[in-house]
């Protein structure tokens, strides 16, 4: 299998790892905003091409899908851009930062039957598979997630230290990250407020932000987010259920007790982002919808507009 990436910039390599580790994926196109750091990313990875356009990449003999992994603003017109030249793609997440623009995405994944995913990485985090096998096994359910995103972000770099063309956003990218996985473990969101701290007077963005989300299940959701946080940083979540109560850090796991939980047999890998990889490219060769495809994760993004229009207001 054939596959282009587009963005080299941090996440992008943290792709280039994990295909790496894919038997039968080779990646034969890497696109970046600048010529010559690309060539530079291309040449570590062993890749013979490099460009600063897209266009030029979906034109790659053989090519049969496309990872895209740039700033948030140019999402969803690349994913439409991809799949009209009859490529598979995934999209980083987030998916996008305005609703409009996924329905546009989710409506051409429709018409061209193409495989159309995004990276929702905590579906794929061994940690949370392991609570997820366990709710589908009927072996526990959730009553609450408490889930803390904390960075500290006041200048606009990115996880290199170096500075970003584009600014992150809390709502639409980390938010995203939490109120699809509480869908995903505790059933569909019937309820979502949100308030939110000032903008910051350079970024434009809101540094601070708490979220609360109820599901049709019962369950409730309380997720703090902040730029502003001096501190360890990531996310955390703590998983209350009816039949125990586990906190999940990335690929780790410990009961409430900060016993640790053995994930060895939960995936092939401990590493989400390989995992996530591995679902886009068996999807693909399986003929099948992935896990985390752009239909399953709309239901995240349209509440994410709605809790725009509620800050809005």
């Given at each position: ?134 709710i589908v096994a009927g072996d526990l359910a959730v009553q609450q997630m408490d889930v803390q995103t904390y960075f500290f972000r006041r200048k606009n770099m990115n996880a290199k230290g170096e500075a970003r063309s584009w600014t992150d ?145």
């Amino acid at each position: 299998m054939k596959i282009a990436l587009a963005g080299a910039g941090a996440f992008g390599e943290k792709h280039l790892d994990a295909l790496a580790k894919i038997d039968g994926v080779e990646v034969v196109s890497i696109v970046g905003r600048r010529l010559e750091p690309t060539q530079a990313v291309a040449a570590k990875y062993g890749v013979q091409h490099a460009c600063t356009e897209l266009s030029e990449a979906l034109e790659q003999p053989g090519l049969d899908a496309v990872i895209l992994a740039t700033p948030t603003q140019m999402h969803a017109e690349q994913a439409i851009q991809c799949m009209a030249a009859g490529k598979h793609v995934q999209v980083e997440i987030p998916l996008c930062d305005s609703l409009a623009d996924g329905e546009s995405v989710l409506a051409k994944a429709e018409e061209t039957g193409l495989v159309a995913m995004v990276g929702h990485t905590r579906r794929f985090n061994p940690s949370h598979q392991f609570i997820h096998d366990k709710i589908v096994a009927g072996d526990l359910a959730v009553q609450q997630m408490d889930v803390q995103t904390y960075f500290f972000r006041r200048k606009n770099m990115n996880a290199k230290g170096e500075a970003r063309s584009w600014t992150d956003h809390l709502l639409w990218h980390h938010a995203a990250h939490t109120v699809d996985l509480f869908a995903y473990q505790a059933g569909p969101i019937v309820q979502a407020n949100a308030i939110a701290g000032p903008l910051h007077p350079e970024l434009g963005i809101e540094m601070d932000m708490s979220i609360q989300l109820k599901a049709e299940s019962g369950a409730i959701c309380t997720l703090s987010l902040s730029f502003n946080n001096d501190g360890p940083l990531g996310t955390f979540f703590r998983y209350i259920c009816d039949n125990g109560t586990w906190i999940a850090r990335y690929d780790d796991l410990v009961t409430g007790r900060e016993e640790p939980i053995d994930l060895s047999g939960v995936a092939v890998s401990s590493n989400g982002i390989e995992l996530q990889d591995r679902e886009f490219v068996a999807a693909i060769r399986e003929g099948r919808e992935p896990n985390a495809s752009v239909a399953q994760v709309m239901p995240c993004y349209r509440i994410l507009d709605q809790l725009e229009r509620q800050l809005a207001a």
